[in-house]
């Protein structure tokens, strides 16, 4: 079975501090994303990569950066975290560079609060 | 740039019931359609899909046909459950940027009563 693991599912920080989010598959797909979901405004790209160490900012990359130091490991990092990043954070991944109609696999998400 | 407009929800719904959530989209490109499910607790999973104009995605009972004069994929079911109650997405992916970068709808929420 196909997995795509974030490592937590409920997160509380305080405003300020640096924040790792994990997520690790195990299908040896070359690209992995992460997302941020809101009430309202859907999902909305934050980082992807397509390579070990090669990253593309999405549509909202600002407050965020991201490591692929291995392929089956994409990171998450609020450098200085503010109350505005409280949301939903959910990893994905997808085989092929180019591959647009391959589906892609979701984690479960991360709830994370920032007080 | 590309975006995807669905309806908005909730949608409330009898068991048994006709289900059809609306969406259009606006692409550059040629893009791939999808329909993605999230059920309570859950990440998304992928519930069908289309690559080209008249293309018929089909999955578990729903439906949604790739029209591309209309640019609309418009999921349907023909008797919806109580196990159906979940939040659909309507996403694409455009290739003409080179990489699988899916655009998703806001999301339709579901919710069948017994």
């Known amino acids: 079975d196909v997995k795509v693991t974030q490592s937590s599912r409920y997160l509380v920080k305080r405003t300020g501090e640096k924040v790792f989010l994990e997520c690790v598959q195990d299908m040896d797909h070359e690209n992995m994303f992460w997302y941020r979901q809101d009430p309202g405004l859907g999902l909305r790209l934050i980082y992807f990569?397509?390579?070990?160490?090669?990253?593309e900012k999405g549509d909202i990359p600002e407050g965020y950066s991201v490591s692929r130091e291995k392929k089956e490991r994409f990171s998450l990092i609020l450098e200085s975290a503010s109350t505005n990043q409280t949301s939903m954070y959910l990893c994905?991944?997808?085989?092929?560079?180019?591959?647009?109609?391959?589906?892609?696999?979701f984690g479960q998400g991360t709830r994370l609060t920032v007080v | 740039g590309d975006s995807v407009t669905q309806m908005e929800g909730p949608v409330t719904l009898s068991e048994e019931a006709f289900l059809t959530i609306n969406c259009t989209y606006t692409?550059?490109?040629?893009?791939?359609l999808f329909w993605y499910v999230q059920y309570p607790g859950e990440g998304l999973q992928l519930l069908l899909k289309a690559t080209k104009a008249d293309d018929k995605g089909s999955n578990k009972g729903f439906e949604a046909t790739y029209r591309k004069e209309t640019t609309s994929f418009h999921l349907e079911k023909g008797s919806v459950q109580v196990s159906d109650s979940a939040v659909y997405f309507c996403a694409l992916s455009d290739r003409g940027t080179g990489f699988q970068k899916l655009v998703f709808g806001t999301g339709t929420r579901l919710l069948v009563s017994p």
């Open positions: 990569s397509y390579d070990v160490k090669m990253k």
């Open positions: 692409a550059t490109g040629y893009p791939s």
């Open positions: 994905a991944s997808s085989s092929g560079g180019a591959g647009w109609d391959t589906e892609a696999f």
